[in-house]
């Protein structure tokens, strides 16, 4: 397949679900409350930023997910690495975190309330919660799929233990790393608006539900669009900017 | 009286696993290896060429036995024997040239290099680009190159530190037919240039015998050495001996010793009998 068909099919791919959104919504089969128009998103988006703080919404949003999610990766990381590399850590903390991450981190909100209370720290343990054990066990795998080839190389060439970590381990897999952490930023976001839905009179989360009151569905897409072009678009600029290395192909 | 040898197998075991299931890779080997010496250990499939390769690279550890390489007792690897695989060895995030300096970058975290030693370094990094024809592919990426550069880069990596010893481990076995011949002559000219002492690890006979100054043939279930072959060729290769009738004959001893130790041969007659059966 050619650049030029693939760039093609990829504009196809998204042209076409916006054409047909586009289309439904102007037919007017479906009533304009509950399927508002491209152009009506889009107007509201516009109003919300200059006239309703979605500037303010955004930002008090930006900061509990990047503090949640941050505080998870910032344990999950080392964590990770260790259970990923030494066999006795891997014993010790791989069977119980196994468990933990398929218990439903939702159901955690009413205890989570119960302890720490309706403010900012709640939601961040949500976040918290959410993310981190799926990331410790998603980066020790990241970790055990560096090719064992480049592990042997590097001891056979005189690296330390240590060595083959920062030289080999974190550069070799850091391109997966960053993957999951863009996985788990999305479910960052997932848990947030949950966090804000159930407690909160501010944030993305909190102005979708109110919109959900009024009736403003267009409100409601927005900012779902919003939520989804701020994880994606970030993530995608980082990996390209962090490894040239993978997108140098001849 | 012959100098002490490079590398030195007594007795050394390896199984696999515990009680019943456990499998003998490799059993009671004595193998010497002389110095500046080319040795090919050819065999079929779960002889333990392989195995035996890593536990004189300090890679995998024997059950029982010594092995001894350059006057010391192997506990683990180090940069006194260097180690070529297969494939997948490079970093792909560093360039040509600086994977090739892998080892002197190692040194350079640590501090503990001189100018001079820097100076070194850098020379003897271009030497080995010109030497393995990669001076055009420099700063080229790992995942740029074809698979025989990528085995190329991946020798000169292994040859930077000037190990005495280069273990190698199917280098070519990912590559295509002409390739393998265009790095089969490379390697020879490597070993004359650097005379270092190389164990091979192959599944070809023919890159056995026409790289080798001894074949060492091993034998599965249990792994261990059924024979080893004095290749009888000047010691300066070219492709055409491989139609000389002394490399063809050895080729078919060797290869009959394959089959023999592998029981292809009684399969083989097995599934004779079954067939005369069949037709009466």
Redesign the interface.
């Known amino acids: 397949m050619g650049q030029r068909q693939y760039w093609m099919l990829a504009a196809a791919g998204l042209l076409i679900p916006f054409a047909s959104w586009w289309l439904l919504a102007s037919s007017e089969v479906i009533p304009k409350v509950f399927m508002p128009g491209p152009q009506d998103v889009w107007m509201r988006a516009l109003s919300w930023l200059y006239e309703d703080g979605l500037a303010a919404d955004a930002l008090i949003s930006i900061t509990r997910v990047f503090v949640g999610w941050g505080l998870s990766l910032l344990i999950a990381l080392p964590l990770g690495l260790m259970i990923g590399t030494y066999r006795p850590v891997q014993a010790l903390l791989e069977p119980l975190t196994d468990f933990i991450r398929y218990m439903p981190a939702v159901a955690f909100i009413p205890l989570v309330m119960l302890w720490i209370g309706i403010d900012e720290p709640s939601k961040i343990a949500i976040i918290f919660i959410g993310t981190f054990f799926q990331m410790v066990l998603m980066m020790a795998e990241d970790v055990r799929r560096v090719?064992a080839?480049?592990i042997?190389?590097?001891?056979?060439?005189?690296?330390s233990r240590s060595?083959i970590v920062n030289?080999?381990l974190l550069?070799?897999a850091?391109p997966a790393l960053l993957d999951t952490m863009r996985v788990t930023m999305g479910w960052a976001w997932t848990y947030l608006v949950v966090a804000e839905l159930v407690a909160a009179n501010s944030g993305l989360g909190y102005s979708i539900l109110k919109a959900q009151r009024f009736l403003q569905t267009d409100k409601i897409f927005a900012g779902i669009i919003i939520i989804g072009l701020i994880t994606d678009q970030l993530f995608r600029l980082v990996h390209r900017r962090a490894?040239p290395?993978?997108y140098?192909?001849? | 009286m012959s100098a002490e040898p490079k590398i030195r197998l007594r007795g050394v075991e390896k199984i696999f696993g515990e009680g019943e299931s456990a499998t003998v890779a490799l059993q009671k080997l004595d193998l010497d290896i002389q110095a500046s010496s080319f040795v090919t250990l050819v065999g079929a499939s779960g002889c333990g060429k392989s195995t035996l390769l890593r536990i004189i690279?300090?890679?995998d550890y024997q059950t029982g036995g010594e092995v001894f390489a350059n006057g010391k007792q192997v506990t683990?690897?180090?940069?006194d024997?260097?180690?070529v695989?297969?494939?997948?060895?490079?970093?792909?995030?560093l360039s040509v040239t600086q994977n090739i300096r892998?080892?002197h970058?190692?040194k350079a975290?640590r501090g503990d290099s001189t100018s001079t030693e820097v100076e070194a370094a850098s020379g003897r990094a271009d030497a080995l680009l010109n030497l393995m024809g990669l001076a055009s592919a420099a700063n080229?990426?790992p995942?740029?190159l074809s698979g025989g550069m990528q085995q190329r880069v991946?020798i000169a990596?292994?040859l930077?530190?000037r190990p005495p010893v280069l273990l190698m481990d199917e280098p070519f076995g990912a590559l295509d037919t002409q390739t393998r011949e265009v790095m089969h002559d490379l390697i020879l000219h490597v070993f004359n240039l650097e005379k270092s002492t190389i164990v091979f690890v192959t599944h070809d006979v023919e890159e056995a015998i026409y790289l080798g100054q001894r074949v060492v043939v091993m034998a599965p279930r249990p792994g261990r050495i059924d024979s080893i072959h004095e290749v009888a060729l000047p010691e300066k290769r070219t492709q055409d001996m491989k139609l000389s009738p002394e490399f063809i004959a050895m080729k078919r001893d060797i290869v009959e010793r394959i089959r023999e130790t592998s029981g292809m041969k009684t399969d083989f007659e097995l599934l004779e009998k079954l067939s005369r059966q069949a037709s009466l």
């Open positions: 090719p080839a480049q042997e190389s590097a001891q056979t060439l005189g690296a060595e030289l080999v550069p070799s850091k490894f290395w993978m140098r192909k001849s | 690279g300090g890679l683990g690897p180090g940069v024997r260097a180690v695989f297969q494939q997948y060895s490079l970093f792909p995030w892998f080892s970058l190692l975290v080229s990426y995942n740029q991946a990596r292994a930077m530190p």
